[in-house]
């Protein structure tokens, strides 16, 4: 079924014609003779829908829409009137209907404006999902850290979140660019507005642009997250920089947040990036230090997504030994924040008991040996040597994983882990064929 359409009519033709033609287009369909039966029903049905006309036996389609309105915000009503009655279609559309249809009508005309109506209404959940996903992701992914980056960090946020000022955010992939963004518009008065993406450098070209285009168009209060923007074509960085423009000259209801993991001093240098569109971009500029630089934020964000993980999984996670702790602090960590979390979430995932630890590591981070040999270990204990974490893990993993897995597991080639299992005289356990 399409959707289900409630009917308020007192002519029981102009009934029976309207519920023929809604069946036959795959609508369910229910009718009401009067603006006291026609609430009753929008009370206890489920509808999509409701459709009723200007004169009832016991009040106005006016009174419907208001009654309905007040007990379903979101529930749009078209209104059927005549062409003597226009001042009471302007006043129903005042009173919240979303369209009217003028009697006489045809069926290809009521259809459309069923059809438009139902439409916008599915829009309307969409885009309130959406916001609700964004807000559940945003709690669910807080800005964690207390170091002196991080606090500068949430220092700005909470200053720009109550202006309209263009802010710039900049920093490595996988810093938490999208977080900063997300934490501003949810600190800001626009936090029930739109939080609209556009991935500048994945979208194509003439996409990007009607993407941008539209939701400028639309306003509505959104917050408008460009990343990537030093990926935005020569052309298209002219016109935006015609829309800050105007949206400096006059007030429009929408606010740009961009991202950049490049350094656009760089790209203007050479000709491709415009220094006016980064002064108008840049009015608050917030760079998000890299993870490596954060200390002791590593442990915190570790914990906090083994948690996370944790509970989604419904496993219970302690905490680190000193081993796996030391690898935390010590890894260089090249995709930041995003190669934490996937690694931790893995490490939840091939958990077997409530403590993550060293022997753990072998199964979660790839290129670990070298990691591992460089680690120190709190009481001054020796970590091992690369050859000894290698030839350990052989001789742990050799007959439950393939070469193929042992060498991925330990970030060298097959033909590399081959010559030392040969140097070693480790030998793989015969399996029985038999079985």
């Avoid at 916008?120 to 669910?140: D, H």
């Avoid at 900063?180 to 194509?204: E, M, N, Q, Y």
């Avoid at 709190?378 to 439950?400: C, H, K, T």
Wanted: with cysteine; glycine share 8%; hydrophobic share 45%.
């Amino acid at each position: 079924m399409k959707g289900r359409i409630l009917l308020i009519e007192d002519d029981p033709g102009l009934s029976e014609v309207v519920g023929m033609l809604l069946e036959r287009e795959g609508y369910g369909f229910e009718r009401a003779g009067t603006v006291k039966a026609g609430l009753e029903r929008v009370k206890t049905a489920e509808l999509d829908l409701v459709v009723t006309d200007l004169r009832l036996p016991d009040g106005t389609g006016l009174d419907a829409i208001r009654a309905s309105r007040a007990r379903h915000p979101e529930l749009p009503i078209i209104m059927i009137t005549s062409y003597s009655s226009m001042e009471s279609a302007i006043a129903a559309l005042r009173a919240g209907a979303v369209d009217y249809i003028i009697k006489p009508f045809d069926n290809d005309e009521f259809l459309h404006a069923v059809e438009r109506a139902l439409k916008e209404r599915r829009m309307a959940r969409e885009n309130a999902l959406l916001r609700r996903n964004l807000r559940n992701t945003y709690e669910a992914r807080p800005l964690v850290g207390d170091s002196p980056g991080m606090r500068r960090v949430a220092e700005l946020v909470r200053k720009v979140a109550a202006s309209d000022a263009n802010v710039l955010i900049t920093g490595e992939s996988g810093t938490g660019k999208e977080l900063v963004a997300l934490a501003i518009h949810f600190s800001s008065s626009r936090a029930d507005k739109p939080f609209v993406p556009l991935d500048c450098g994945a979208t194509p070209r003439e996409a990007l642009e009607q993407e941008l285009l539209g939701t400028i168009a639309a306003g509505g209060g959104a917050t408008l997250f460009l990343d990537d923007i030093s990926e935005v074509p020569p052309a298209l960085q002219l016109q935006l920089l015609r829309m800050l423009e105007e949206k400096a000259l006059r007030p429009l209801r929408f606010r740009f947040v961009a991202a950049t993991r490049r350094d656009l001093a760089a790209l203007i240098e050479r000709g491709q990036f415009r220094k006016d569109l980064y002064y108008r971009l840049s009015v608050i500029s917030i760079p998000l230090p890299a993870l490596r630089e954060r200390g002791d934020d590593i442990l915190a964000l570790a914990r906090h997504f083994a948690e996370h993980y944790a509970r989604k999984l419904g496993k219970r996670i302690e905490g680190f030994d000193a081993e796996f702790s030391a690898f935390l602090r010590n890894y260089p960590w090249p995709g930041n924040v995003r190669e934490l979390e996937n690694l931790m979430e893995r490490a939840v995932i091939l958990a077997e008991s409530e403590l993550l630890t060293g022997r753990d590591l072998a199964e979660v981070a790839p290129a670990l040996p070298m990691v591992r040999a460089a680690a120190p270990l709190p009481g001054g204990a020796r970590p091992l040597a690369i050859e000894e974490y290698i030839r350990e893990v052989i001789e742990r993993f050799q007959d439950s994983h393939s070469e193929t897995e042992l060498a991925r597991m330990l970030g060298i080639g097959r033909k590399a882990l081959w010559m030392r299992r040969r140097q070693w005289g480790l030998k793989r356990a015969r399996r029985d064929v038999s079985r």
